[in-house]
């Protein structure tokens, strides 16, 4: 059987909903999905947290564009999808340069502030270890299941076709434009978009354009206890500007990561040993806390293009890829989708 739609969108991670949310009631659109629920992978072990001071330039114009939109969401987003939580930035003697450069880089966004003040803030911060602080006051937390929930409802409402356990077996352009052929038949649209995440590069392969550089990385991390009787709700965002390591309150749980990038084929991804031992040592060494039981850990796929930048442009005819998000797709998700939206719709 054939499925014949204006725009196929491979992916149903926050990248492709998203997308198909911003689409939704201007074309027929069938967004296929390889596994049996949407957002199994990337997108559902995000950090959740939207840090303007992140990554390269690109990056942090994209975030600080998504704001407005993350603040004061459509109506299909039922629950504020932002919450105020502070973020602190350490850095170690040896560090200066990264830390000069860091805030160089935000002005505006950050400042310094004296060691005693972030002391005071996060006491267990081992003040012999680090000793320059900058805060971040508009660091918040992500609502990630409200933030893709409310795209997904809006592709929903638009009359999207949402087909999941598509896993895409070929795929070939003809004279009726990209054809994927998946367990349940074959699909034919002018417009592909290719929003297959860790799997994107996979899939710009199949259809004959290279995988445009993309490398899904292995990020870990853990839950981590509390010592007794300590609330730690208000605690800020504390990240190490080296990025070897950060950690935030999480649901009465401390939630932390070594910021690990290890190049790894496109999989179900789980949690190696090694780096789940790397965070409970980093988090001991830099803090007082002792990591004394680790509730759960998992790990994730960040993928990367060379420049560290997410791609959302048109290739061979017909072809777009939406690719690249890295360990920035939720913050950045607003400002990108309606951009690539945009490009889309000039072609439909």
Known sequence: MTTEADVLIIGGGIAGVSLAGRLAGKAKIVLLEREEHLAMHTTGRSAAMFIESYGNAQVRALTQASRAF?????????????????????????????????????PGIVHEIPAAEALARMPMVR???????????????????????????????????????????????????????????????????????????????????????????????????????????????????????????????ILASPADETPIEPCDVQPEEIDVATIAWRIEEATTLEVARIRRRWAGLRTFTPARVPIFEFDREGFFWLAGQGGYGMQTAPAVSARAAALVAERL
């Open 70 to 106: 993350l603040e004061h969401p459509p109506e299909a987003f039922f629950a504020p999808i932002l919450t105020r939580r502070p973020g602190l930035s350490i850095a170690r003697p040896e560090d200066a340069a990264e830390f000069e450069t860091f805030l160089a880089d935000n």
């Open 127 to 253: 003040g012999e270890v680090y000793t320059r602080f900058a805060v971040e006051p508009g660091t918040m937390d992500i609502d990630v299941h409200a933030l893709f929930e409310g795209f997904r409802r809006m592709a929903a409402a638009g009359g999207v076709a949402t087909r999941t356990r598509q896993e895409v077996l070929g795929l070939s352009q003809g004279a009726a434009g990209w054809t994927v052929t998946t367990p349940d038949g074959t699909f034919t649209a002018p417009i592909l978009v290719n929003a297959a995440g860790a799997w994107a590069g996979k899939v710009g392969e199949m259809a004959g354009l290279g995988d445009r550089g993309l490398v899904p990385m292995r990020r870990t991390a853990v839950l981590i206890e509390p010592p007794p009787g300590v609330d730690v709700s208000g605690w800020m965002v504390v990240n190490d500007v080296a990025e070897t390591f950060y950690f935030k309150p999480d649901a009465g749980l």
